[in-house]
Every structure is written in structure tokens, then in C-alpha cells.
């Protein structure tokens, strides 16, 4: 295998493929050009979020997006078409990532590909020798996030986390302030996501995959299953074996800002996540209601997750337009404090600070370009350059895993039992309010009781559980040759 260049092994036959992984290949390093030169970028996923990378990249001075990649062809024709009427040049197109990893004239690969493709892609891609920007999540496990940080290390690539709050001035102020004492001692940090999710329906028989989409690199790591849910693309969120529901979706952005604010460098030594999907019967399997705490000292994280409206009625009137607020805000990270709590947003721009009363006492605004300050580290070659190191998107990510591999590892519990045994103060409070979140919603705790989680213990120096039914969530069991390395 040492003589096999990447070309001519992504042309080795299906029987080869299927017993044989990349991870025994070592390409050899690609020397950088010089920082002044163009940077040249293949964005890898181009539906949705790829079109905002494509978008980003594009718009940078000296930064040229020169390759789209897609297994969908027809998403691809498309993306490509739009790109050259606004352009006025073809990019190149490939439906296989590593068709292009071994081109000397790429120097970064921007990966906005469902969940389970993003830490296999980044470990191609380090090993390729490319710089990265990868979407959040970064990983679709706990252990292959490990993996992904480790090879950017290894190859001494720059690899940034989609989690674009991290390069907003105003949060940066706002955090640098709270740091400071400005709000005085931190008690709670809470990461909210109460965000409108409608059923996706469900299915009586495996949905036929169209022959425009090569659903062998699509589903990649994951099983090469029947597809069993009406559609392919963008549902594949709540299913656990491409998802990571929505904790791991949008959440994910208010889970770093938690983690951010309250200085935690490292995993907790144990998580524990409650829920269910209420209010409807459909494919998927993720929590669209869910309560999590992460046991950090001294500021634990609790996070909430609402994907249902007020109440029963915004159903059928105004199910987007209708969800639940906490200071104002139905998708935000409160860091509350001795002296009040600061409110940040989904509006990264702009952040407050309010006092016990509500009172707004400070406030910040600004953003900032994510894109741009990933170039920027790219040129200079130096990690410290970057707001969102790839270490610091495998941290999230990994809360947000922690919290359901809980999730999936419990079984449902009547209310007044979990009642009974919550002894943190603000984990009652949050349980009240998610029963009564439910019971607006007309769902019946009592015949669908929530699905209380095991607490998860793991070690934050090796980042591996200690329970052996957590251990074995700890990581998946990919699907040759789409393996992530053991050795990076």
C-alpha cells in the first residue's frame, strides 16, 4: 500500500474497496506556497450550509473556490451552474472527496457534509496535507472527534470549527467582561434551543434512493441501510445514525457559547440528558425535547431543547412564530450570575447584560467575519491566529454527544419519580417547566413517560467513558473503507 497513490486507489474495484480502508494510506505531505500567493478551496457538500462556504470563501480577497463536491448530482449540476452565472468561471466538480485531496493546487477543503462525514473528511484532508473548515459538529461521536484534533496536530494543519459566534466582537467583549467579575460570580450557564421542528412523517417502506445520488459515499461511515424516512437530505439530522438531533444541530452554537463563557477547557467527568420526541409519531429518533446537565465545577451547564411551539394551538396557527422565551430569547446562552445574567442571542452581534431584575445594565455589539479569520490563520501558519481551533469545536461537539449517548441509554420514568429524584435545584425548576412546556402541548406524560438517562461518567484527560454501556457509544463501527483511523 505505500507505493499506492490516492488516485489510483479510489479507482481499485468495489471487492477491494470494501476490504481494504484508507486509514493504512500515508499520503505524503504537500508543501505550502507561499501566503501571498491565491488560496485555492474545494468545499465538500454543497446543499445548504456549503452554499454559505461557498458564498464566504468566494467573497475574500486573494481566496478562490476552485472545486464543489457533492454525491448528489443533481445538487452538484445545480450549485455548480449558480456558481458559474455568478462568477463567470466553472468550478470544478467531483462527487468523491478524495478524488481531489491529492491535487497540489487545493490548499483547503471547507466540509459542510452531514454530521457523520465531518471527522473522517477532516482526518482525509489533514492527511492530505490541506487545511480545514469544518462545520459544527465537528464530529458525530465523542472518540472520533479525538481523532480529528489529533490529526490536525499531526500534519500541522489549520482546522477551524463552524462555530461562527467565536469570531463575533461583541461576544468576545461580553465574555472577556463577564471573566472579569463584571457580573460578579457565575452560578449557571444555560444553553437554550427552542427551536420550531415539525414531524418529518413516517414511512411503511424504505424510500427509493435516486440514481443520482451515489448512496454508497453518502452514507459513507454509517451502515449502508434502507432509507426509512421520506427524505434524504436535511432529515437526516434526527436520526442518530447520521444526526445528532437538534442539541447537536443548532444547539451546538449555544452549548460552545456555555462552555466558552464559563472557562471549561475540558470535557465534565460526567453528564446525564433527559427527554423524548413528543406530540407526534414519526422516523425520527432524536429528542425534540430534552434537558441536559453537564456536572462542571463551579459552573455547571444546563442546557434545554424544545422543538415543539407554546401550545397545542400554534400547531395549526403560527408553530414558528410561537416558541417559549427566556429573557427574551428562544435561542441563547444566559450565564447567570450573582449580579444578573448576560443574555447572548442568536443574533451574534449583539449581546446584553441585565441585572436580578431584568434591567439592562450593559450592552455590546459588533461582528466579525469567520471565514476571513480562518485565511487569516492559514497565511500566518499560527493555531493562537484562530477563534475557533478544531480543539475547541471537539469540546462542543462532545458535550453535545455526552448528553445523548444519556439520552439513549435510558428507558422511560414516570414524572413524579424523576420528581422525587432530582436534587439540583435548577434541574427541578428545569423539569417543571419542561412538563408544563408539554402539558400546553397536550402531551400525556403519563402514557409517554420522558426517557431518563443513565449519567455518563468519562475521564477528561483520555476523553473516554467508564461505563462499560456508555463505552460501547464511546465511538461507531465504520463501514469500510469509510473508517476513521485508529492512528491519525
Known amino acids: 500500500m505505500a507505493s499506492i497513490t490516492r488516485r489510483q486507489f479510489v479507482h481499485v474495484s468495489a471487492a477491494t474497496a470494501a476490504a481494504t480502508t484508507l486509514t493504512s494510506f500515508r499520503p505524503a505531505r504537500i508543501p505550502r506556497r507561499s501566503p501571498s500567493e491565491e488560496i485555492r478551496v474545494a468545499v465538500a457538500g454543497v446543499r445548504g450550509r456549503g452554499g454559505n462556504h461557498i458564498g464566504g470563501f468566494e467573497a475574500l480577497d486573494g481566496v478562490r473556490v476552485v472545486a464543489l463536491c457533492d454525491p448528489d448530482a443533481k445538487v452538484l449540476a445545480n450549485r455548480a451552474g449558480d456558481f458559474e452565472k455568478k462568477h463567470g468561471r466553472k468550478p470544478d466538480t467531483a462527487k468523491d472527496l478524495r478524488t481531489l485531496l491529492d491535487r497540489e493546487d487545493i490548499d483547503v477543503v471547507s466540509i459542510a457534509s452531514p454530521n457523520h462525514l465531518h471527522a473522517l473528511q477532516t482526518v482525509w484532508s489533514c492527511q492530505a496535507g490541506k487545511d480545514v473548515y469544518c462545520e459544527k459538529p465537528t464530529s458525530h461521536n465523542v472518540w472520533e472527534g479525538g481523532q480529528a484534533v489529533k490529526a490536525a496536530r499531526k500534519y500541522e494543519r489549520i482546522v ?54 451515489d448512496y454508497d459515499l453518502w452514507c459513507g461511515p454509517a451502515a449502508d441501510a434502507p432509507l426509512m424516512r421520506a427524505k434524504l437530505h436535511y432529515d437526516w439530522h434526527w436520526q442518530f445514525i447520521t444526526g445528532n438531533g437538534d442539541l447537536g444541530n443548532q444547539g451546538i452554537h449555544q452549548m460552545d457559547i456555555c462552555r466558552w463563557a464559563v472557562g471549561a477547557d475540558k470535557l465534565p467527568a460526567r453528564a446525564v440528558s433527559l427527554g423524548g420526541r413528543f406530540g407526534y409519531d414519526d422516523d425520527g429518533d432524536t429528542a425534540n425535547t430534552q434537558l441536559a446537565w453537564f456536572d462542571y465545577a463551579p459552573v455547571p451547564i444546563l442546557f434545554e431543547v424544545r422543538g415543539l411551539p407554546r401550545d ?33 442571542g442568536p443574533n451574534y452581534g449583539n449581546v446584553k447584560a441585565v441585572d436580578k431584575n431584568g434591567k439592562e445594565i450593559k450592552k455590546w455589539s459588533g461582528g466579525g467575519n469567520h471565514f476571513a479569520n480562518f485565511i487569516d490563520a492559514v497565511k500566518s501558519r499560527k493555531r493562537e491566529d484562530q477563534n475557533a481551533d478544531i480543539v475547541e469545536g471537539h469540546l462542543s461537539s462532545a458535550l453535545c454527544h455526552m448528553a445523548n449517548d444519556s439520552y439513549k441509554l435510558g428507558s422511560g420514568v414516570p414524572v413524579e419519580a424523576i420528581r422525587e429524584a432530582i436534587e439540583i435545584e435548577a434541574g427541578a425548576d428545569a423539569f417543571e417547566r419542561f412538563c408544563t412546556h408539554l402539558d400546553a402541548n397536550e402531551v400525556d406524560l403519563a402514557k409517554t413517560p420522558p426517557k431518563v438517562g443513565t449519567w455518563v461518567n468519562l475521564d477528561p484527560e483520555t476523553e473516554t467513558y467508564t461505563d462499560e454501556a456508555a463505552k460501547k457509544l464511546h465511538r461507531r463501527v465504520d463501514r469500510a473503507p469509510y473508517v476513521v483511523p485508529e492512528t491519525v
Not at 325 to 332: K, L, S, T
Open 312 to 344: 397545542k394551538a400554534a400547531q395549526s396557527k403560527n408553530w414558528g412564530g410561537s416558541m417559549d422565551r427566556m429573557h427574551g430569547q428562544n435561542i441563547a446562552a444566559l450565564i447567570e450570575c450573582e449580579g444578573g445574567t448576560l443574555v447572548l
Open 160 to 213: 477551524q470549527a463552524g462555530t461562527q459566534s467565536r469570531s463575533s466582537e461583541a461576544i468576545q467583549q461580553a465574555i472577556a467582561w463577564l471573566q472579569g467579575g463584571g457580573l460578579g460570580e457565575m452560578k449557571l450557564a444555560r444553553g437554550l434551543c427552542w427551536k420550531p421542528r415539525q414531524s418529518i412523517g413516517k414511512v411503511k417502506a424504505a424510500t427509493p434512493i435516486p440514481d443520482h445520488i
